[in-house]
């Protein structure tokens, strides 16, 4: 699949470009395996586009036939489901500013007819809270996109009907990414979500790590195996949790290919410094180790209808290596900076990687196998996976 950055995605309602972190794969082809390896990241992004195409065009009703048929009755349906929420997002602009202290349109008789509604509404109701300005805004919000119902351009319209395909495409997806520990109430609707835009939480990374350990099983996390209380007198009780009972929510051919390419970006990709930190064996490793590395540069960033950059504001800086060890462990290593001073780092997920090296010593006890049990712990355990 195709690294080049050179090509424009319209997605999320707009017109994006990505690139990749190493520039020396911007002229290649690599396979998925390879561009998970060393965290290549428009073969992902490409990726996530066929997903999402799939769930269009091939959903049932096919929804993605809409965009065909100008005359197509759907397609009315589609455009005031774009007028509301695009309405919606200006609103909150508006809103946003009016609350830093502006309250008029930029010019007299200028600007969005939503903020000139905005204004005279606020006027009439100064006391007026969010849902009660969205709820009076309805017809308001469909009378401004009248152009876009009238217009006889039919890529205009494809746009924005895209823009909805993609949203509701991406909330199937995030179904399934639910099932898989995924913690947020929703996914950012755009193929920058391919590349981190929607975020995680290091716990359902790790939870992650646990799945595809498990062969494609899920247990809940368990934090205490039993209590005991009043030991020693008459009283003395015993507390012990049932047996966890997996759930498959990944079919086990999909978690040992996804587990097979994690060990390779150990030995041969992004976290090789992380390779034979268990074991000191510079040969062959006793106890395997594979992971993913990720460098989040987040930036809160604004661009002109052309897609040109207008500004950019560093919000945070992160760096991640979420592991799994043969023989039942995973976690996950961050380092992070918020806020401006982020600006001043310049930190990669080697610093992750660089860590769980540092804490390998710590490690090593309880996950290296001793010589003669070597050889049994090297096939993965079908077993719960266990914390630490």
């Known amino acids: 699949m195709s690294a080049s950055p050179r090509e424009s995605f319209w997605t999320g309602g707009g017109l994006h470009r990505f690139r990749n972190y190493d520039h020396r794969y911007d002229t290649g082809k690599l396979s998925i395996r390879e561009a998970f390896r060393s965290s290549v990241n428009l073969p992902f992004v490409r990726l996530m586009r066929d997903i ?16 065909d048929d100008p005359e197509d009755p759907r397609r009315r349906v589609y455009l005031e489901r774009f007028a509301d929420w695009e309405g919606r997002q200006y609103l909150d602009r508006f809103l946003a500013k009016a609350a830093g202290g502006e309250s008029r349109p930029n010019r007299a ?8 509604w905005l204004t ?3 006027v009439e109701h100064p006391s007026a809270q ?91 996390t368990m934090r205490i195996d039993g209590l005991r209380f009043a030991a020693d007198t008459p009283y003395e009780a015993l507390v012990h949790r ?5 759930v498959r929510v990944l079919r086990q051919e999909i978690a040992e290919a996804v587990r097979a390419a994690l060990f390779e970006v150990v030995a041969l990709g992004t976290a090789r410094r992380a390779n ?21 540069d987040n930036r809160y960033k604004v661009f002109a209808r052309d897609g040109s950059l207008v500004s950019s504001r560093i919000t945070s800086r992160t760096a991640t290596f979420t592991f799994l060890i043969e023989g039942g462990f995973f976690g996950v290593v961050t380092a ?42 090297l096939p993965h355990p079908q077993g719960k996976p266990v914390r630490r």
């Not at 999402?52 to 965009?67: F, K, Q, T």
């Not at 895209?162 to 909330?171: M, N, Q």
């Not at 982020?342 to 390998?360: D, H, I, N």
């Open 52 to 67: 999402v195409a799939n769930r269009i065009y091939g959903a049932e009703r096919e929804p993605g036939s809409v965009l």
């Open 242 to 246: 049932d047996q966890a009972q997996g």
């Open 120 to 122: 005279r509404y606020r």
């Open 130 to 220: 969010r849902e009660e300005v969205m709820r009076a805004s309805a017809r308001v919000r469909l009378d401004a996109y009248q152009w876009l119902f009238d217009t006889k351009s039919h890529g205009a319209q494809n746009r924005r009907i895209w823009t909805i395909l993609e949203r509701d495409a991406f909330r199937r997806i995030h179904r399934d990414q639910v099932r898989l520990g995924y913690p947020f109430a929703r996914l950012v609707p755009s193929l920058a979500t391919a590349i981190g835009a929607s975020s995680d939480r290091p716990s359902a990374l790790a939870e992650l790590m646990g799945i595809v350990l498990s062969g494609g099983v899920r247990f809940n």
């Open 336 to 377: 992070h900076v918020m806020g401006e001073a982020a600006q001043y780092y310049a930190f990669t997920s080697s610093l992750a990687v660089q860590a769980f090296r540092l804490l390998s010593p710590a490690l090593a006890p309880l996950v290296s196998p001793a010589p003669a049990q070597a050889a049994q712990r």
């Open 109 to 116: 008789g200028a600007g969005h007819p939503l903020e000139r």
């Open 276 to 296: 034979h930190a268990l074991d000191g064996n510079e040969r062959e490793a006793v106890v395997r180790i594979g992971g993913k590395t990720g460098t989040g």
